[in-house]
Protein backbone atom coordinates (compact mmCIF):
# COMPACT_ATOMS: atom_id res chain seq x y z
CA UNK A 1 0.00 0.00 0.00
CA UNK A 2 1.42 3.33 -0.63
CA UNK A 3 -0.20 6.17 0.44
CA UNK A 4 0.02 9.81 -0.54
CA UNK A 5 -0.74 12.92 1.11
CA UNK A 6 -1.50 16.37 -0.13
CA UNK A 7 -3.05 19.51 0.35
CA UNK A 8 -0.94 21.02 2.90
CA UNK A 9 0.71 24.61 2.77
CA UNK A 10 0.77 28.46 4.42
CA UNK A 11 -2.36 29.48 5.62
CA UNK A 12 -3.58 32.74 8.05
CA UNK A 13 -4.62 31.94 11.58
CA UNK A 14 -8.40 31.39 11.08
CA UNK A 15 -7.99 30.05 7.50
CA UNK A 16 -8.68 26.37 6.18
CA UNK A 17 -6.93 23.64 4.82
CA UNK A 18 -8.48 20.39 3.30
CA UNK A 19 -5.56 17.51 3.12
CA UNK A 20 -6.17 14.29 0.98
CA UNK A 21 -4.85 11.50 1.41
CA UNK A 22 -4.33 8.97 -2.21
CA UNK A 23 -4.33 4.77 -1.17
CA UNK A 24 -3.01 2.76 -4.00
CA UNK A 25 -1.98 -0.41 -4.12
CA UNK A 26 -3.23 -3.48 -2.06
CA UNK A 27 -5.70 -1.50 -0.37
CA UNK A 28 -8.59 -2.73 1.61
CA UNK A 29 -11.10 -0.13 2.35
CA UNK A 30 -12.37 -2.08 5.54
CA UNK A 31 -9.45 -1.05 7.58
CA UNK A 32 -9.19 2.22 9.34
CA UNK A 33 -7.82 5.02 8.34
CA UNK A 34 -5.58 7.93 10.43
CA UNK A 35 -4.07 11.03 10.62
CA UNK A 36 -1.23 12.20 12.72
CA UNK A 37 1.04 15.15 13.22
CA UNK A 38 4.56 15.90 14.15
CA UNK A 39 5.19 19.76 15.33
CA UNK A 40 8.29 20.89 15.03
CA UNK A 41 10.67 19.66 17.97
CA UNK A 42 7.36 17.04 18.95
CA UNK A 43 6.64 13.79 18.63
CA UNK A 44 3.80 12.47 16.08
CA UNK A 45 0.71 13.02 17.61
CA UNK A 46 -2.65 11.68 17.00
CA UNK A 47 -4.95 13.74 15.10
CA UNK A 48 -8.42 11.84 13.53
CA UNK A 49 -9.46 8.20 12.76
CA UNK A 50 -11.87 6.62 10.81
CA UNK A 51 -13.52 3.04 10.36
CA UNK A 52 -13.45 1.55 7.39
CA UNK A 53 -17.03 1.88 6.08
CA UNK A 54 -16.81 5.84 7.46
CA UNK A 55 -19.65 5.54 10.17
CA UNK A 56 -17.25 5.83 13.28
CA UNK A 57 -14.55 8.50 13.80
CA UNK A 58 -12.72 9.52 16.58
CA UNK A 59 -10.35 12.74 17.30
CA UNK A 60 -8.27 14.17 19.58
CA UNK A 61 -10.13 16.27 21.86
CA UNK A 62 -8.65 19.58 21.51
CA UNK A 63 -9.51 19.14 17.35
CA UNK A 64 -13.26 17.99 18.02
CA UNK A 65 -15.14 20.90 16.22
CA UNK A 66 -12.25 22.30 13.96
CA UNK A 67 -11.62 18.78 11.94
CA UNK A 68 -13.22 17.08 10.40
CA UNK A 69 -12.36 13.64 8.78
CA UNK A 70 -13.68 11.48 5.89
CA UNK A 71 -13.19 8.96 3.28
CA UNK A 72 -14.06 7.88 -0.34
CA UNK A 73 -14.21 3.80 -0.91
CA UNK A 74 -14.36 4.24 -4.40
CA UNK A 75 -11.84 6.68 -4.96
CA UNK A 76 -9.58 5.52 -2.48
CA UNK A 77 -9.13 8.65 -0.59
CA UNK A 78 -8.97 10.22 2.58
CA UNK A 79 -9.69 13.87 3.67
CA UNK A 80 -8.58 15.72 6.79
CA UNK A 81 -10.80 19.13 7.04
CA UNK A 82 -9.52 21.71 8.91
CA UNK A 83 -10.91 24.69 9.99
CA UNK A 84 -10.22 27.74 12.28
CA UNK A 85 -6.42 27.15 11.83
CA UNK A 86 -4.32 28.18 14.64
CA UNK A 87 -0.46 28.56 14.69
CA UNK A 88 -0.18 25.54 16.98
CA UNK A 89 -1.70 23.34 14.27
CA UNK A 90 1.72 24.31 12.26
CA UNK A 91 3.03 20.52 11.34
CA UNK A 92 3.83 18.19 9.29
CA UNK A 93 0.63 15.48 8.63
CA UNK A 94 0.78 11.84 8.01
CA UNK A 95 -1.72 9.73 6.76
CA UNK A 96 -1.75 6.13 8.18
CA UNK A 97 -3.38 3.01 7.10
CA UNK A 98 -5.00 0.80 9.98
CA UNK A 99 -3.91 -3.10 10.14
CA UNK A 100 -6.99 -3.72 11.54
CA UNK A 101 -11.09 -2.58 10.79
CA UNK A 102 -11.27 -0.64 14.42
CA UNK A 103 -10.17 3.24 14.75
CA UNK A 104 -6.95 3.45 17.20
CA UNK A 105 -5.42 6.57 17.79
CA UNK A 106 -2.14 4.30 18.59
CA UNK A 107 1.07 4.80 15.91
CA UNK A 108 1.56 1.29 16.31
CA UNK A 109 -1.78 0.08 14.76
CA UNK A 110 -1.36 1.66 11.80
CA UNK A 111 1.44 -0.20 9.04
CA UNK A 112 1.21 2.06 5.99
CA UNK A 113 2.27 5.84 6.35
CA UNK A 114 2.45 8.84 3.71
CA UNK A 115 5.29 10.77 3.14
CA UNK A 116 3.54 13.88 5.07
CA UNK A 117 2.73 17.52 4.07
CA UNK A 118 4.00 20.86 5.82
CA UNK A 119 1.02 22.68 7.15
CA UNK A 120 2.23 26.05 8.19
CA UNK A 121 -0.48 28.76 9.79
CA UNK A 122 0.72 32.21 10.33
CA UNK A 123 -0.36 34.59 13.27
Known sequence: VQLQAS???????????????????????????????????????????????GRTTYYQDSLKGRFTISRDNVKDMVYLQMNSLRPEDTAVYYCASGRYYTISDHESQYNYWGQGTQVTVSS
Not at 11 to 23: D, E, F, N, Y
Not at 39 to 53: H, L, M
Open 7 to 53: GGGLVQAGGSLRLSCAASGRTNSSYSMGWFRQAPGKERAFVATISGN
